[in-house]
T-cell receptor, first 115, second 119 residues
Framework: DAKTTQPPSMDCAEGRAANLPCNHS???????VYWYRQIHSQGPQYIIH???NNETNEMASLIITEDRKSSTLILPHATLRDTAVYYC????????????????FGAGTRLTVKP | GAGVSQSPSNKVTEKGKDVELRCDPI?????LYWYRQRLGQGLEFLIY????????KSGLPSDRFSAERTGESVSTLTIQRTQQEDSAVYLC?????????????????FGPGTRLTVT
């Protein structure tokens, strides 16, 4: 699976948009981009995923560049409860084959939403 | 519906003892993962189960670690002769994913984890 690079930490003011970047310059054509977050002392929580097109759900928006080498997770109106570590992961969509089962969570970005 | 559950939530054990951690996945989820997370670090993949197929054990750190799962139900992670470096949160996740599907992506649902402390 492709390696991702994220800034170790970011701050955001409450009510403002939080834009979390992720570089995945070696991503393959069959790899999805996933975002998860982990609030302190809890298990990771799925946020969103995408392949090529931008995606939006009730939690966030995912913007993937045309060359797919980077993406940005957008929390449109950050709240204090969005303070968490955000993980960007790329993973093949063909599952259960050749040990491509490791969902590689790196160190992520620690987002702190401030009042 | 019910999410992924894990037990115990906390476990303190003496060095050298064996421990068994339990994971109850979401009903109908064929895929099950175990991860380890040391304090302040990211998740470390341990093992993957998919239906009745042979598990992917490539992430297990040593032969002291083993895991079992019967069909698509409960899984247990066993650590024998625990060491202090085994202290971590052990997370379980399940997913609807199926092997061989191409172009379909599924998210993982995580349990709350078991915090293991080896003294």
């Amino acid at each position: 699976d492709a390696k991702t690079t994220q800034p170790p930490s970011m701050d955001c003011a409450e009510g403002r948009a939080a834009n979390l970047p992720c570089n995945h310059s070696t991503i393959s054509g069959n790899e999805y981009v996933y975002w998860y977050r982990q609030i302190h002392s809890q298990g990771p929580q799925y946020i969103i995923h995408g392949l090529k097109n931008n995606e939006t759900n009730e939690m966030a928006s995912l913007i993937i560049t045309e060359d797919r080498k980077s993406s940005t997770l957008i929390l449109p109106h950050a709240t204090l409860r969005d303070t968490a570590v955000y993980y960007c992961i790329v993973r093949v969509a063909r599952l259960g084959v050749d040990n491509n089962n490791d969902m590689r969570f790196g160190a992520g970005t620690r987002l702190t939403v401030k009042p | 519906g019910a999410g992924v559950s894990q037990s115990p939530s906390n476990k303190v054990t003496e060095k050298g003892k064996d421990v068994e951690l339990r994971c109850d996945p979401i009903s109908g989820h064929t895929a099950l993962y175990w991860y380890r997370q040391r304090l302040g670090q990211g998740l470390e993949f341990l093992i993957y189960f998919q239906g009745n197929s042979a598990p992917d054990k490539s992430g297990l750190p040593s032969d002291r670690f083993s895991a079992e799962r019967t069909g698509e139900s409960v899984s247990t992670l066993t650590i024998q002769r625990t060491q202090q470096e085994d202290s971590a949160v052990y997370l379980c996740a399940s997913s609807l994913e199926r092997p061989g599907l191409i172009g379909v992506a599924y998210e993982q649902y995580f349990g709350p984890g078991t915090r293991l402390t080896v003294t």
